[in-house]
């Protein structure tokens, strides 16, 4: 069964530093999203993207976030400057389709922990 | 506001003995409500949604619109439904899916 694929699975930064969180959604799936876990606390929505653009964004999602389809087949999430309340558990998902009657697909999700 | 609460932060229940998750939701609208399990070292995975009607793994929800609960239950516990689960909402028009902090249900041997 095909699945949502994340690297790294943990990554340690230091504060300041950029990263950059990858997936590979499923092949047929046209709608992406990131969502973060911070330990201890919910799931959080961040941002989705569909047609190589933005949808829909939380406020988590500001300017210091940026999410990338560099090819067809990875979507990253970029963190331009790190920051220790960063740290978390982000999730990538995917789905055929957005709004409405679909299930949204989990990665196994990368610990990102900023020192 | 669109927010789930899931009261229960621990749930223990001897195998055997019937389950209920509570979920209770705030949204304007109509949303769509899910169940999604976690189990040990997996990914988060959808158990359920109140659209399809079905029963997965035993376990049913029912959309109740009046108290804005969307329990999850199951009859009879199995050692192998402990696990994180976390009732959701999607709204209409919306992408997102927000989740309530969860539940860790422990079956009792």
């Known amino acids: 069964e095909p699945e949502v694929t994340q690297t790294p699975s943990h990554q340690v930064t230091q504060m300041g530093q950029e990263v950059i969180l990858r997936c590979v959604p499923i092949?047929?799936?046209?709608?992406f999203y990131w969502y973060r876990q911070i330990l201890g606390q919910k799931v959080e929505f961040l941002v989705s993207?569909?047609?190589?653009?933005?949808?829909?964004k939380s406020e988590i999602f500001d300017d210091q976030f940026s999410v990338e389809r560099p090819d067809g087949s990875n979507f990253t999430l970029k963190i331009r400057s790190t920051k220790l309340e960063d740290s978390a558990m982000y999730f990538c998902?995917?789905?055929?389709?957005?709004?409405?009657?679909?299930?949204?697909?989990f990665g196994p999700g990368t610990r990102l922990t900023v020192t | 506001a669109q927010r789930v609460t899931q009261p229960e932060k621990l749930l223990s229940v001897f195998k055997g003995a019937p389950v209920e998750l509570k979920c209770n939701y705030s949204y304007s609208g109509s949303p769509e409500l899910f169940w999604y399990v976690q189990y040990s070292r997996q990914r988060l995975q959808l158990l359920l949604r109140h659209i399809s009607r079905e029963s997965i793994k035993g376990f049913t929800a029912d959309l109740n619109k009046g108290e804005t609960s969307f329990h999850l239950k199951k009859p009879f516990a199995q050692e192998e439904d402990s696990a994180m689960y976390y009732c959701a909402l999607s709204g209409q028009g919306d992408d997102k899916i927000i989740f309530g902090k969860g539940t860790r249900l422990h079956i009792l041997p």
């Open positions: 993207f569909y047609n190589n653009e933005i949808s829909e």
């Open positions: 092949s047929n799936h046209l709608y």
């Open positions: 998902a995917s789905s055929e389709t957005g709004q409405g009657n679909y299930e949204q697909y």
